[in-house]
């Protein structure tokens, strides 16, 4: 069965230092990963995706993601923070090789960027 | 171009009342998701559509919620009767295809059953 951890509830990090939120994950086949982010009553918008290629993803905001398949991680990083960066970050894992097409999210990391 | 569109955005009702929470996806987008987002975790699907086929409704309470999207654009999720524990957020989101394509999702419905 497909599943994918966020191990931190809550990362602080100074602005214009980096940063990174770390997520893992459990597949039988090739995942398909996702990282969105979600801030205070709005739904969830898209920042980058690994389907396949490249195993550094470059997405918005000057965020970009890793690709591990030994590790089975797939962090989210960005260079330096910025206050307007703090929000709740959901990552999300597709197995390819199953037939139903479920998205499994992870319970979330809350990002607090101090000024 | 238009985002996924969810109404209302809030709702507040009394335990065993029904409720009924309606979606317009992405034009073009033929999949079209309904989750539920409990606070602090991620969300979870209820059911997906392809079209107006429901292709998985394995999660959801079929006792008592009930979707539709009759003619494969915009979706009605109702519940009936509601209880205390249905107190969340629900999500619609849309994709064009369901193979890796991005999901785009609308701001929510809060619902409080009372």
């Known amino acids: 069965a497909q599943s994918v951890a966020q191990p931190e509830d809550q990362v602080n990090v100074a602005e214009g230092n980096p940063l990174t939120v770390k997520c893992t994950y459990s597949?039988?086949?090739?995942?398909?990963l996702f990282w969105y982010v979600q801030y205070p009553n709005r739904g969830l918008q898209f920042l980058l995706k690994?389907?396949?290629?490249?195993?550094l993803v470059k997405g918005s905001y000057g965020f970009e993601a890793e690709f591990n398949k030994s590790q089975t991680s797939f962090h989210l990083k960005k260079p330096s923070a910025l206050v307007s960066d703090s929000a709740l970050y959901f990552c999300?894992?597709?197995?390819?090789?199953?037939?139903?097409?479920?998205?499994?999210f992870g319970t979330g990391t809350r990002l607090k960027v101090l000024a | 171009e238009a985002g996924v569109v969810q109404s209302p955005r809030y709702k507040i009702i009394e335990k065993k009342q029904p409720v009924a929470f309606w979606c317009n996806p992405i034009?073009?987008?033929?999949?079209l998701y309904w989750y539920l987002q409990n606070l602090g975790q991620g969300p979870e699907l209820l059911i997906r559509?392809?079209?107006?086929?429901?292709?998985?409704d394995s999660q959801l309470p079929k006792d008592r919620f009930s979707a539709e999207r009759l003619k494969g654009v915009d979706s009605t999720l109702k519940i009936q009767p509601a209880e205390l524990g249905d107190s969340a957020v629900y999500l619609c989101?849309?994709?064009?295809?369901?193979?890796?394509?991005?999901?785009?999702f609308g701001p929510g419905t809060r619902l409080l059953v009372l």
């Open positions: 989101a849309s994709s064009f295809g369901t193979n890796g394509e991005t999901q785009y």
């Open positions: 597949v039988s086949g090739n995942p398909y």
């Open positions: 690994y389907i396949t290629g490249d195993n």
């Open positions: 999300a894992v597709r197995d390819s090789a199953s037939g139903t097409y479920k998205y499994i």
């Open positions: 034009s073009g987008h033929n999949t």
């Open positions: 559509y392809e079209n107006e086929e429901a292709v998985d």
